[in-house]
């Protein structure tokens, strides 16, 4: 099986980031090819909306975008990883899902996706709001759904792993969500 990490957030080695990694670590002794790549790293330009994709299902501008789009159909699995900024994923998340468009044939039916991989993905975030605010005043939820309304389109298994109240990566306070995390990675 091979799985694909994405983090989609700036801060290597914080909330999200250790999440995302103990969800690779179940991957990986479940015998799964693992790879990661960081979002922040890369260019990603946002989507210019030329519509030229919808009948070519490429995008028309060249830059990383590309490289991590071909992982994306390549991969059995699929960790995506956003801290929450305002309610919602990251703009660097948001851009990709957005240049993300291009990988699904657009038909009268809604989109469609033409690639049988990904079929399982675990979606990450994290937030500084202490549950149950997090989730009552619709922080958590809106950058959930965000991602949820890319993955969805693929019609993937989606399963969700959380970390509130918290800004700096602190292992006692995620005990729980690092616990769930490496879970998942290892029943996906
Ligand atoms: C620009 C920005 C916007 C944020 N917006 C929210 C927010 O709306 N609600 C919230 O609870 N936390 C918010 N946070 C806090 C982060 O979600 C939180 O600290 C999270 O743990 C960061 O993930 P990381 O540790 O992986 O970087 C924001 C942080 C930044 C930098």
New binding site residues.
């Given amino acids: 099986m091979k799985a694909l990490g994405i983090l989609a957030?700036?801060?290597k080695g914080?909330?999200?980031?250790h999440l995302l990694d103990e969800v690779l670590r179940g991957l990986k002794d479940k015998g799964a090819e693992v790879k990661k790549v960081y979002l922040y790293d890369l260019k990603i330009e946002p989507c210019l909306a030329c519509n030229a994709c919808k009948d070519t299902q490429e995008c028309v501008i060249n830059d990383d975008f590309k490289a991590v789009a071909q992982e994306l159909v390549n991969a059995d699995a699929v960790v995506f990883?956003s801290?929450?900024?305002?309610?919602?994923v990251t703009s660097v998340a948001k851009a990709f899902f957005d240049r993300g468009v291009s990988l699904f044939k657009m038909t009268n039916f809604g989109p469609k996706w033409l690639h049988n991989k990904p079929k399982k993905v675990v979606l990450v975030t994290?937030?500084?709001?202490p549950f149950p605010f997090?989730h009552i005043l619709g922080?958590v939820p809106g950058c959930v759904n965000a991602m949820k309304n890319f993955f969805g389109m693929m019609k993937a298994k989606i399963r969700v792993i959380t970390?509130?109240g918290?800004?700096?990566?602190d292992a006692k306070k995620c005990k729980g969500a690092l616990a769930k995390a490496y879970r998942e990675g290892l029943n996906i």
């Fill in positions: 957030g700036p801060r914080q909330v999200t980031d990883a801290p929450v900024y305002v309610g919602n994290a937030c500084f709001a997090s922080i970390a509130t918290g800004w700096d990566f």
